[in-house]
């Protein structure tokens, strides 16, 4: 059974930090690109990062660049998103995303996503 489980979402204040994780079964991790989504209320999904198989590229959207760092571990299967800095407009529930790497490149992922699997999300809340 193909799962990915997403936690470390919570309530902080501005300028603080959250470190997300995505935990991966039931698939070839190995094989597959890992994008970070996020849904603020009343606006669309939108790709923030993204981190290929085996190269370990990357892709930020302009608004996290600086801010967040994605990065993967192929042993945990997990991947992680260490957000810094936060701002309130960074609140919404984080979903991650995989889609094989025959598939998709690995900007195509966060720009344009054509998934194979979602995560359920963490709720992240930026807020004074």
């Known amino acids: 059974q193909v799962q990915l489980v997403e936690s470390g979402g919570g309530l902080v204040q501005p300028g603080g930090s959250l470190r997300l994780s995505c935990a991966a079964s039931?698939?070839?991790?190995?094989?597959?690109?890992i994008g970070w989504f996020r849904q603020a209320p009343g606006k669309e999904r939108e790709g923030v990062s993204c981190?290929?198989?085996?190269?370990?590229?990357?892709y930020y959207a302009d608004s996290v660049k600086g801010r967040f760092t994605i990065s993967r571990d192929n042993a945990q299967k997990t991947v992680y998103l260490q957000m810094n800095s936060l701002k309130p407009e960074d609140t919404g529930v984080y979903y991650c995303?995989?889609?094989?790497?025959?598939?998709?490149?690995?900007?195509?992922?966060?720009?344009?996503?054509?998934?194979?699997?979602w995560g359920q999300g963490t709720q992240v809340t930026v807020s004074s």
């Open positions: 995303a995989a889609r094989s790497q025959y598939m998709t490149t690995v900007q195509a992922l966060c720009v344009s996503p054509r998934t194979d699997y």
């Open positions: 039931g698939f070839t991790f190995n094989y597959y690109r």
């Open positions: 981190i290929g198989s085996s190269d370990y590229s990357t």
